[in-house]
């Protein structure tokens, strides 16, 4: 739904190493956010971007980065993973206008071992 | 700031019968409100939204709720339960400059047949 697509779908890494997840629209929605999930907890903003180059930070932002070079790509990075990084991400995206809403990706189950 | 209360972790019903998942919200302005429905191992699916228009908002699958602003509520309805309506729920309120969802915690509806 909304062409957005999260990749990878499932990563397992090592502790201290960097990750990056993509997020890939294909609708030019002008935001685009990170949330994480854990039990109990619901979703947590990680960081959201509301532009080329604008981004800013949410909830639980520390230990992650983001970059957004093209309207269409939201990169989250984990500079050095930790094992509480463990979580499944999703990515989402904001309808503006008469179809004002928020669409979620598939998510992305990463696991830091 | 804005927060989100659910006020149920779980709910179970039999099949047939009523559903009712409670939700408050916190806001210093007149909020947007949604609920998504997360299957097993599935994305965020948007069941339904509030955004000051009608005060009882139909959504899929049968379910519908009520803002009331003077209870400062949103709560879930359906009128009979279905074994595939056992998932996830979350009701999520958007922040104040409508820039990104705050989730609540979730409520996990247990269907029984």
């Known amino acids: 739904d909304a062409g957005i697509t999260q990749s990878p779908r499932h990563k397992v890494t090592e502790t201290g190493t960097p990750v990056t997840l993509r997020c890939h629209q294909t609708e030019n929605h002008r935001y685009m956010y990170w949330y994480r999930q854990d039990p109990g907890h619901g979703l947590r903003l990680i960081h959201y971007s509301y532009g080329v180059k604008d981004t800013d930070k949410g909830e639980v932002s520390d230990g992650y980065s983001v970059s957004r070079s093209k309207t269409e790509d939201f990169l989250l990075t984990l500079e050095s993973a930790t094992s509480s990084q463990t979580s499944v991400y999703f990515c989402?995206?904001?309808?503006?206008?008469?179809?004002?809403?928020?669409?979620f990706g598939s998510g992305t189950r990463l696991t830091v071992v | 700031a804005q927060s989100v209360t659910q006020l149920d972790s779980h709910v179970s019903v039999s099949e047939g019968t009523p559903v009712l998942l409670r939700c408050n919200y916190s806001s210093s302005y007149s909020p947007s409100l949604f609920w998504y429905v997360q299957h097993p191992n599935k994305g965020l699916q948007l069941l339904l939204k509030y955004t000051s228009a009608a005060t009882l908002v139909k959504g899929i699958n049968g379910f519908e709720a009520e803002f009331k602003k003077s209870e400062t509520s949103f709560h879930l309805t359906k009128p009979s339960a279905h074994m595939s309506d056992a998932a996830e729920y979350f009701c999520?309120?958007?922040?104040?400059?409508?820039?990104?969802?705050?989730f609540g915690k979730g409520t996990t509806l247990s269907v029984s047949s």
């Open positions: 999520v309120v958007s922040d104040w400059a409508g820039t990104a969802l705050i």
């Open positions: 989402a995206i904001k309808r503006d206008g008469v179809n004002y809403g928020y669409t």
